[in-house]
C-alpha cells in the first residue's frame, strides 16, 4: 500500500517535471519567436538606434532673453529633466509605490511576476519602471506602436489577446535592452519624463505646474504622492473631477513610503491628513504669458523650420510641436509682465466708462453720432456662423435667424475672469461689440529687441493681434513724420515759427471737387507764430497742413517709409494728419528710428534657436540701416518732449506720474475723426513704446474728445507701464532707466532759440520747459 503511494507521487512530480519544463521550453521558444519575429508573426522590434534615440514628443519652450520660460508649443506637453533635477521625495515616491527592487533587477522583477501569478493579480501589477518605460516609450500596447514603422505590427499582433501578451513579451525583451543601455538613475528620468499624468500633462514637471503651478524643487511630499499616486490610472483619479479618490490613492502611496521606511510611522497621520492644495490649470495656447507674441513667433517658427528642413534628411525632421526646439526671443519676462498688468488696470477702467458713458444707449453711430440700424443683424451676416447655417439650412434665412436667436450655455468674457451665462448668438454679437480693445508694443530702439507685445485684452476671446495685424489711421502719431520731413529737408528748425490760421488745398494740391480746409480739433485758430516744437507739442493741425504746403506728400510720404513705414501712404494732403492706416508695429519702428540717431534697424523677436540638445539651427540679426540725418532724427527727440514740457501740451499729463522728473522723454498723442482711435507713442533712449485703443469696429467709439482722446484713452497704459519699469531695479541695472537722448558727435545747435549753443553750460541739454 505504501509502495503504491510512492509510486503514485512520484509519477505526480515527473508529470509537473514535464509540464514545467515543457512550460519553460516554450516560453524560451515564444520569447526567442517574438524577439526573432519568427515567420513575421510577432513583428519587430525597435533597432539598437532607436533604443539610443528614442522618439518622444517634446514641447518647444519659448524663453525670453532675460532667461526665463514663457511659453511651449506641443502636442503632448512635456518638459523633460535630468535626474539630478528630480527632488528626493519624488524618487523614493516613485521607487516605494511602483518598483520597490527597482536598484537590485535588470529589468525584470521575478519575485514581483511570481507574486502576481499566485495571487491571480490581486497583489498588484509585476512591471517594473524599465517595463513601464518600454510600454509607453514603444507604445507596445497599442497599435499605434506600427503607426510609423509598420515592420512593428506582425500577424498575431493583429488579434486582441494575443496582441496584449506579445506586447508584454516584447516589453520584458526592451525592459533588459534598456537596462543595459542606460543607467538606473537615466531610466527613472526617462520615465518620469516620458509617462502621462492626465489632463495632457506629460512629464512630472509640466504634471507639478498643471496640477500645483510650481516648480518640481518646491513639491511637498503629500504633492509628490498626489503625483506618483496618478500614474495608476490618470482617468480614474483625477483630481479635478475625483478628489476623493484621488485623496484615497495618495495616501496609499504615502502608506508605501512609510512601509519602505522613507517616513516614520509617526509621521505618516499627519501627511495623510494634508488637504489636496490643488490649484489646478492647464497649459495651452490662451494661458500663460505673452499669447499675442506666441502666435507671431510660432508662425515666424514654423517659416523658419519649412527652410531648415529642406536642408535635412528624412529621419531628422524638425517639428515644432514634437522636436524639442529652443527658441530664444527678444520678449523680456518682466516688461512683459508689467505691459500685461498695466492694459489690464487701465482698459478694465476705460471699459467701465465706456459702459456708463453709453447707458441706455447702443454704441454703434455714424458720422453724426446717430445710431446705425440693422448694425447687429449686418454684422451677424459678416461672420463664418452665420454662412455655415446659411448652407446647414440651404439659405433659409427665416430657420437661420430663428437659430441665431436661440439661447446656448456659453461662457463670456470678464474682466471679472470667464462668466458661464445663457445667451443667444445674437445676444453674444450685441456683448462683444461694446467691449473696447488694446495693442501696446515695446521696443529697444538700440537694438530693435522687442521687449513686450500686447495684441488685444484677451487672446482666449480675442484673437486678432492688434499690433502686427490691425492697421488703423493714426492720427496725430504721424506729425512727427511731417515734421521729420520738413526738418531733413531743412524746411524748418525747432525754433522756426509759423502762424496758426487755416490752410486750404485744392486743385493745385490735387484735389478734385472741391477743397479741404483742416480745423484744429478744438474748431479754433489762435492766429499767433508759433515754434515748431511748440506747435507739435500742441498738435496744432494747420501747422502740419503748411508743412505739407511746403513739403508735398510724396516727401512726407517717403520720410515715413524710410523710418520704418512700410504700409502704402496715400499721397494726399490728409496724410498730415495721419489719414492712411497704418500698424501699431510700423509706428514703434518709426519712431524707434528717431530714437536711435536716424538708423532704422528692424524689429526682431527670435534671436536664436537651437535644437533640444543646444545646437544652433539659425541666428537673427536685424539689419542696421542709417536712412535719415543723426541730427535729424536728434531734433525730433527734442521736438517730441515738446508734448510733455510745452504748457498745454498734449502729453503734459505725464508730468503728473514719476517718469518725467530726470528723464528725458519724448510722447505723442494721436486721435482719429470721431474718436475711433486713440494712440499714444512714448519715446526713451532705451524704449520706444505705442499703445492703441479702440473699438474693433471704427463705429463704435466715445462721443466726445474728452473721453475719447489718445491722451485719455492711450496714454495712461504707457505711464503705467513706465512707472513699473523704472521702478524695477534689475532692469535699470541692465540700462532701463531715465538717461537723456544720445546726441550727435559735434553736433551743436541753440536748443533755447536765443543764440546760446547746446554746447554752452547754460544751454538746455535737456528739454527747455516753458
Given at each position: ?522 474748431g479754433k485758430y489762435s492766429y499767433q507764430n508759433m515754434k515748431m516744437r511748440r ?14 504746403k511746403q513739403l508735398g506728400p510724396e516727401k512726407i510720404a517717403e520720410f515715413a ?35 536711435n540717431g536716424g538708423e532704422k534697424i528692424e524689429p526682431i523677436l527670435v534671436l ?163
Amino acid at each position: 500500500m505504501f509502495a503504491l503511494e510512492v509510486g503514485k507521487y512520484a509519477k505526480f512530480i515527473r508529470t509537473m517535471y514535464r509540464f514545467f519544463l515543457g512550460t519553460t521550453v516554450a516560453s524560451i521558444l515564444f520569447i526567442v519567436a517574438v524577439n526573432y519575429n519568427f515567420l513575421w508573426l510577432f513583428g519587430g522590434m525597435p533597432s539598437l538606434y532607436e533604443l539610443e534615440n528614442p522618439k518622444s514628443q517634446l514641447a518647444s519652450l519659448m524663453i525670453s532673453e532675460d532667461g526665463q520660460e514663457i511659453g511651449k508649443y506641443f502636442r503632448e506637453n512635456r518638459n523633460p529633466l535630468e535626474f539630478e533635477q528630480l527632488p528626493e521625495n519624488i524618487v523614493n515616491t516613485l521607487v516605494s509605490t511602483e518598483d520597490a527592487r527597482f536598484t537590485s533587477h535588470s529589468g525584470i522583477d521575478i519575485r514581483s511576476m511570481f507574486r502576481v501569478v499566485f495571487s491571480l493579480g490581486t497583489a498588484g501589477g509585476g512591471s517594473t519602471i524599465s517595463q513601464q518605460l518600454a510600454k509607453n516609450l514603444f507604445h507596445t500596447r497599442s497599435m499605434e506602436f506600427g503607426e510609423d514603422d509598420p515592420v512593428y505590427l506582425g500577424l498575431l499582433m493583429k488579434i486582441d489577446g494575443l496582441r496584449t501578451v506579445i506586447a508584454k513579451v516584447k516589453e520584458w525583451i526592451l525592459a533588459i535592452r534598456l537596462e543595459r543601455r542606460y543607467t538606473k538613475q537615466e531610466i527613472m528620468a526617462m520615465y518620469l519624463n516620458e509617462v502621462s499624468f492626465g489632463n495632457n500633462a506629460y512629464g512630472i514637471q509640466v504634471a507639478c505646474r498643471t496640477y500645483f503651478q510650481k516648480d518640481l524643487q518646491e513639491v511637498t511630499l503629500p504633492e509628490a504622492a498626489t503625483l506618483i499616486g496618478l500614474l495608476q490610472n490618470p482617468s480614474l483619479y483625477d483630481p479635478r473631477i475625483r478628489p476623493e479618490r484621488t485623496l484615497e490613492r495618495r495616501n496609499v502611496v504615502l502608506g508605501q513610503l512609510a512601509k519602505y521606511e522613507f517616513i516614520t510611522e509617526e509621521d505618516l497621520p499627519k501627511l495623510q491628513d494634508a488637504p489636496l492644495n490643488l490649484n489646478y490649470r492647464v497649459e495651452n495656447q490662451n494661458t500663460g504669458a505673452a499669447p499675442y507674441f506666441r502666435e507671431v513667433i510660432r508662425q515666424q517658427v514654423l517659416k523658419a523650420i519649412k527652410e531648415l528642413n529642406q536642408e535635412r534628411p528624412e529621419d531628422q525632421q524638425l517639428n515644432l510641436y514634437t522636436s524639442g526646439l529652443r527658441i530664444y526671443t527678444s520678449i523680456d519676462s518682466r516688461m512683459q509682465k508689467y505691459a500685461e498688468e498695466s492694459v489690464r488696470e487701465h482698459m478694465r477702467a476705460e471699459q467701465k466708462l465706456f459702459y456708463d458713458h453709453w447707458r441706455g444707449r447702443n454704441p454703434w453711430v455714424n458720422e453724426e453720432m446717430k445710431e446705425i440700424k440693422g448694425f447687429l443683424r449686418d454684422a451677424m451676416k459678416r461672420t463664418q456662423r452665420y454662412r455655415d447655417l446659411m448652407t446647414a439650412y440651404n439659405n433659409d434665412e427665416f430657420k437661420v435667424w430663428e437659430e441665431l436667436r436661440r439661447p446656448l450655455k456659453m461662457t463670456v468674457f470678464t474682466y471679472d475672469g470667464d462668466k458661464d451665462t445663457t445667451l443667444s448668438p445674437m445676444d453674444s454679437l450685441n456683448y462683444y461689440k461694446r467691449i473696447l480693445n488694446c495693442g501696446m508694443m515695446a521696443m529697444d530702439p538700440m537694438n530693435g529687441h522687442v521687449k513686450a507685445w500686447i495684441g488685444g485684452i484677451n487672446y482666449k476671446y480675442f484673437k486678432f493681434d492688434h499690433i502686427s495685424q490691425s492697421k488703423r489711421q493714426p492720427g496725430s502719431t504721424f506729425k512727427p513724420f511731417v515734421y521729420g520731413a520738413a526738418i531733413e529737408n531743412e524746411i524748418v528748425t525747432p525754433c522756426d515759427e509759423l502762424m496758426d490760421e487755416p490752410v486750404t488745398f485744392g486743385e493745385e494740391d490735387g484735389l478734385s471737387g472741391g477743397t479741404w480746409t483742416p480745423q484744429n480739433s478744438d474748431g479754433k485758430y489762435s492766429y499767433q507764430n508759433m515754434k515748431m516744437r511748440r506747435a507739435m507739442g500742441l498738435s496744432i493741425n494747420s501747422i502740419s497742413a503748411k508743412l505739407m504746403k511746403q513739403l508735398g506728400p510724396e516727401k512726407i510720404a517717403e520720410f515715413a517709409h524710410k523710418c520704418g513705414i512700410n504700409s502704402p501712404l496715400n499721397e494726399v494732403p490728409s496724410l498730415c494728419l495721419g489719414a492712411s492706416e497704418v500698424s501699431l508695429l510700423e509706428q514703434v519702428s518709426g519712431y524707434a528710428t528717431l530714437a536711435n540717431g536716424g538708423e532704422k534697424i528692424e524689429p526682431i523677436l527670435v534671436l536664436k534657436i537651437t535644437d533640444k540638445v543646444g545646437n544652433v539651427l539659425r541666428e537673427y540679426s536685424p539689419p542696421v540701416k542709417a536712412v535719415i540725418k543723426p541730427e535729424t532724427a536728434y531734433l525730433m527727440t527734442y521736438m517730441l518732449q515738446g508734448a510733455v514740457h510745452e504748457p498745454g501740451g498734449t502729453a503734459e499729463g505725464l508730468k503728473r506720474t514719476s517718469i518725467v522728473a530726470g528723464n528725458e522723454i519724448g510722447a505723442k498723442t494721436g486721435t482719429t475723426s470721431n474718436y475711433s482711435d486713440g494712440w499714444f507713442m512714448g519715446v526713451t533712449q532705451k524704449l520706444v513704446a505705442g499703445v492703441w485703443v479702440g473699438g474693433d469696429d471704427r463705429s463704435i467709439h466715445f462721443r466726445s474728445l474728452a473721453l475719447g482722446q489718445g491722451a485719455k484713452m492711450a496714454m495712461p497704459a504707457y505711464a503705467k507701464f513706465m512707472e513699473k519699469v523704472y521702478a524695477d531695479q534689475t532692469l535699470a541695472i541692465e540700462g532701463y532707466r531715465k538717461m537723456p537722448f544720445i546726441k550727435p558727435e559735434n553736433f551743436v545747435f541753440d536748443f533755447s532759440c536765443n543764440g546760446r549753443v547746446a554746447g554752452d553750460s547754460t544751454a538746455a541739454e535737456a528739454p527747455v520747459t516753458q
